[in-house]
């Protein structure tokens, strides 16, 4: 149980360009789904957190206008990099977290997508 | 702020041979001390989560201790297989801080 699936797994695409990616729970229901960055040999930063059917919450120093977050229902989520440059190329993961039925619930990942911008 | 350190930053271990990895955290007021394990090039897997001092978790080779401090990963007779990075992650409300992880490798 648990499962969490994100697509694409790996994205090169030019600079300029807008690349979206999708997070879906896949055998619960995400109350709030969470967006992380990686960068090599480097811990997971939050980005954002979001919430179904309203708007994400940005940690600082994260450009909203830059990350697009949208959580429109209880099994998707999407994070679209606008107008992406080389600096954005970068590991990123989602996870999604189950309603608290139990307190502390652990945020369940999914395997990341590999943002390459040339 | 919150700050969770891991240590060693890497380690490498004969099979067989066992160890232990250590997470700190500089904040009071735990709400969920959690650790995954981090394959390359995937995302982490949940492993355990702890809640309280004194409170220990077992899953095959791995147990997860707790202190007021720390926590520790104890692995006994590592297996190849069990080589992968171990983040560590602080919980306050809904949110992880994770430490930077400790890269293990095990040497058949």
New interface residues.
Partial sequence: GAVVSQHPSWVICKSGTSVKIECRSLDFQATTMFWYRQFPKQSLMLMATSNEGSKATYEQGVEKDKFLINHASLTLSTLTVTSAHPEDSSFYICSAKARDIVSNQPQHFGDGTRLSIL | EDQVTQSPEALRLQEGESSSLNCSYTVSGL??L?W?RQDP??????LF?L?SAGEEKEKERLKATLTKKESFLHITAPKPEDSATY?CAR?IR????????TRLTIIP
Avoid: D, M, S
């Avoid at chain 2, 090039?41 to 949940?46: L, N, Q, S």
């Avoid at chain 2, 809904?94 to 992880?101: A, I, V």
């Fill in positions: 709400r969920g959690f995954y090039g995937k995302g982490p897997e949940f989560t809640y983040l919980g809904e949110k992880l801080t994770f430490g930077t992880g």
